[in-house]
């Protein structure tokens, strides 16, 4: 049936056909970039143009469009149940004074500007997408850098930036496990080379974060404390998946590198603050306006408490198994195009209405609210004011992401995205093909926003194009999600999302031309990695 359905793809393969598939992509690129327009009206825009190619050039007809937005609806639904929760837990905590007193009292165990932009934006968004995942590192850590005094744009870059070596095993390795399942081989063959090409990644997500919160300079400063740090998150990472611990590689590596980075920050030369740094130490009990004194333990109660749920969900069967026992999902029948491009009869997304990380930001929402009420920390009227911010802030980027997930779904279905990456293998043989791999894996997250997506959609082409070439099976694939993991941190939907923490909404493109700069870095590093890897 594959090696059908590439014939099929391959006698519709021309740059004109190419082209074509790749213009529902530039349509967004183009005004979300060049023209400066928000996430709703661009994503519209592709979403449209997306349905009129898909319609006239790919024999979509009426079934396969309604068939492809429902499963879009679903996909959005289960995005969404993240944004609206964190959205919820921030205005939770802001509204108690919890986020500006975290962000005076970071200062007080180090006082350099990098050093804070590294824990937050490196080491704790990472051990937030081990733990979860699903847009949550972005969505929480963004709105903490703000509160550390970084402008929203920064702060959105650091934290999308930061996470995207550990999201393949990150969220129970749900990205490697998709990996694991389309292509037939054991997480032990593919998890060596995998970890290897992420763990080489993950000091250039520090090197970049430090290099958004203070330029060169914090780069050169804080060197020595981002290569160990990374040094050990690789290391940990390649024994926990190697050990057949994939499903908590990122999250113990993320353990390890946040203890690790907060001893470091106590350290003298990390401690102090430079010339250059605002940032000055802060008292750990700051009494509000009210006169009311708001202690930094309460205060990281909502964190806490999220932490401490998504262990509880990760580690203890029992939790687990109960908390996912009710799913929503759709079955959905085998759709064709005119031109014989097929997507079987399959169940659509399916969403843990009580184990979904959603569920456990609104779960952490609801105990931390009550904690801040029971200490006094709310004045008249919050509940309405925290009700009244979730909606200002999510309207109008769930309307975005629903039309860019639309358009991601369109053109999987009419077979657009697989054009694209083939248009892509076959113009590279042999010794160049490692070098783009990883970018048709980054190319597939960035269109559907997942790299789990991702590896559903090109790991089979890529296992099918490394036989034929007489490739490393097992490198490419590695590529494929180790690209596919990077990819993620650049699509328009994650960046939707933080832009909505940080009150970016409506203005992602101030964002986007950033970070498709900066996140093809990590990117490059894979593919030149992989090159070398198989020439070796």
Known sequence: MIAIFLIQVTMQLTFWNWLLALSPVLVVLILMLGLKWGGIKAGAAGWFVSILVGVLFFGAGPQLVAVSQVKAVLLSLDVLYIIWTALLLFHIANEAGAVSIIGQALPGLTANRTMQGLLLGWLFASFLQGMGGFGVPVAVAAPLLVGLGFNPVQSVLMACLGHGWAVNFGSLATSFQALMAVTGLPGEVLAPQSAILLGAASIVCGGLVAFVASGWKGVIRTLPAVALLSALMAGVQYWLVTHHLWTLGSTGAAIVGLLVGIGLARLPIYRKADGDDPAKAAPAAI??????????????????????????????????????????????????????????????????????????????????????????????????????????????????????????????????????????????????????????????????????????????????????????????????????????????????????????????????????????????????????????
């Not at 042999?430 to 960035?446: D, E, M, N, R, S």
């Not at 970070?515 to 894979?526: C, F, H, K, Q, Y």
């Open 287 to 536: 009494p509000d306006t009210d006169g009311k004194k708001r202690s930094l333990p309460v205060a990281m109660s909502a964190y806490a408490v999220l932490v401490v749920l998504a262990f509880a969900f990760n580690l203890i069967q029992p939790v687990s198994n109960l908390l996912n026992s009710v799913k929503l999902t759709l079955a959905f029948p085998a759709v064709q195009t005119s031109f014989g491009v097929t997507t079987p009869a399959e169940l659509g997304d399916k969403i843990n209405i009580f184990g979904h990380p959603g569920a456990l930001l609104l779960y952490a929402s609801l105990i931390s609210y009550a904690i801040y009420r029971w200490a006094g920390y709310y004045k008249a009227g919050a509940a309405k004011r925290i009700a009244d911010n979730v909606v200002h802030g999510a309207v109008n980027s769930s309307l975005g992401i629903a039309a860019m997930i639309g358009m991601a779904t369109v053109m999987s279905h009419t077979g657009m995205t697989n054009i694209l990456a083939l248009g892509l293998s076959q113009s590279f043989g042999k010794v160049a093909y490692p070098l783009v791999a990883p970018f048709i894996g980054a190319v597939g997250a960035f269109i559907t926003g997942s790299n789990n997506n991702s590896n559903v959609l090109f790991a089979v082409l890529q296992m099918r194009t490394a036989q034929l070439l007489g490739l490393s099976t097992t490198l490419i694939l590695a590529a494929q999600t180790a690209g596919g993991s990077l990819g993620s941190i650049m699509a328009p939907a994650k960046v939707i999302v933080g832009c909505s923490t940080v009150g970016l909404g409506d203005n992602e493109g101030a964002v986007m031309g950033k970070i498709l700069i900066l996140g093809l870095i990590p990117v490059a590093l894979v593919a030149v990695l992989t090159i070398i890897i198989s020439l070796v």
